[in-house]
């Protein structure tokens, strides 16, 4: 792998618009995603496969240390095919977060890290990728038993992305750098680009170790230092990530790793005033709670990347069969627990009931079961909150007049498993048409022109991504422009390569992620005057 790019997380288009992408690594495809329809959900959910990794570490990572929580406790963290417990993970506290704010502290202001050349941080994120390519099934089943997502989804795509994460961030680290700035008058004018400090992160349960490395990256590579609070659904993998980070040689206190609970760790690290800078990934309503916390402290500056409800628009003049598979994987994607997932489908009222009954027909085909198992594409919900969530809101849209195509249920007795499911006629005012659902519940709509479909995709709060499918490349563009959003798939979705910024408008978060913008999350701009004496140019 550390010879081949991988240009994206996992992206569907016209060129390639099979499954035959699902699972590929780099731009060679495995035969494992030959097999995937040959499943369905009538394969029900079987006794479930025992994991090939153990679990070593479940305490808290606080200067260089795994340690117990001050408090002694403990909370359980389970596995979403069957709601048993994994393992007891230590359970972070306000006092925690003190010592690990505390480390963070020393780290950045007497440590070696900040005041280490460029080029020596470069090395040891750089041997860091190395170690997750070495460790790759490993922290890819920790991964898949912690949060329910398929094993071939962490193992071959979102584990190497992890690692390739890593090598752009080191990429980065010795090219940051001040400009100098021509002034009106004899002066030297220069500016620097400092590490902000200590930033706190959290991160949320759906892409564990993604959203670790989106966070850390940055944060690292411009010499920084972090406490990280996982969430509690998914503290696991982390820990795992975090050891392998120390062994490549991280000195201690740079990297601190808390799990425990939003209201009382992610709580005390929002609101703590030693943290210079903060950075959350969630809900919407989460994320105004942390910004507010930051705002009454110490007026911290805020990174968010919060909730979304993405247009997929599929206009007149496309391809239903292509364009079905492309929104079929737009929503259902990682058990529909994507911020960005195409959750409010809109087709143009020529094509509509073509591509409802072809959007039924592939939901019915897709292979629900045990994420272990090759050749599943949907493994079950996070735990029994989203779970009863999912259901409430298809209660709901059954209830509002909305046409329940397939699916609607629970699969399965044991586990959090829910069939794919999809509505038709489904109206703008009803809450599965607004709400973030986050679950594998596609909604279809119908329009009639290019300006209704603005107007309407626009009218959600969210503004987070979106999915546009034509051959027309004037339409293409008038609805690149239109869409107030801040990611544009045309022809693809969900391509996620490490150089692609992401983020939100509106509602759904400040800032971005990922790229060159991401760097400006974690430096302080400095301007530095100096007056210049019989100088022989200015």
Known sequence: MATRRISSLLSRSLTSAS????FSRGRNTSSLSRVIYKYSTATAVEAPIIPPVTVNHTQLLIDGQFVHAASGKTF?????????VIAHVAEGDAEDINRAVAAARKAFDEGPWPKMPAYQRQRILLRFADLIDQHNDELAALETWDNGKPFEQSAKIEVPMFARLMRYYAGWADKIHGLTVPADGPYHVQTLHEPIGVAGQIIPWNFPLLMF?????????????VVLKTAEQTPLSALLASR????????SGVLNVVSGFGPTAGASLASHMDVDKLAF??????????????????????TLELGGKSPFIVCEDADVDTAVELAHFALFFNQGQCCCAGSRTFVHERIYDEFVEKAKARALKRSVGDPFKGGIEQGPQIDTEQFNKILKYIRSGV??????ETGGERLGDKGYYIKPTVFSNVKDDMLIANDEIFGPVQTILKYKDLDEVIRRANSSPYGLAAGVF?????????????????????NCFDTFDAAIPFGGYKMSGHGREKGIYSLQNYLQVKAVVTPLKNAAWL
Not at 76 to 84: Q, S, V
Not at 281 to 302: D, E, I, R, Y
Request: aromatic share 2%; proline share 6%.
């Open 281 to 302: 990934t969630g809900s919407t309503s989460t994320g105004k709670a942390v910004l507010q916390l930051a705002a009454k402290s110490n007026l911290k500056p805020v």
């Open 244 to 251: 392998l980070l120390h062994e490549a040689g991280l000195p």
């Open 470 to 490: 034509t051959h027309n490349i004037d339409t293409a563009n008038t609805l690149t422009r239109a869409l107030r959003v801040g990611t544009v798939w045309i």
């Open 399 to 404: 209830e509002n007049g909305a046409t329940l």
């Open 213 to 225: 490395a989106w966070k850390i990256g940055p944060a690292l590579a411009c010499g920084n230092t």
């Open 76 to 84: 359980p963290t389970l596995d979403p095919r069957t709601g048993e």
């Open 19 to 22: 499954s035959a992408t699902l």
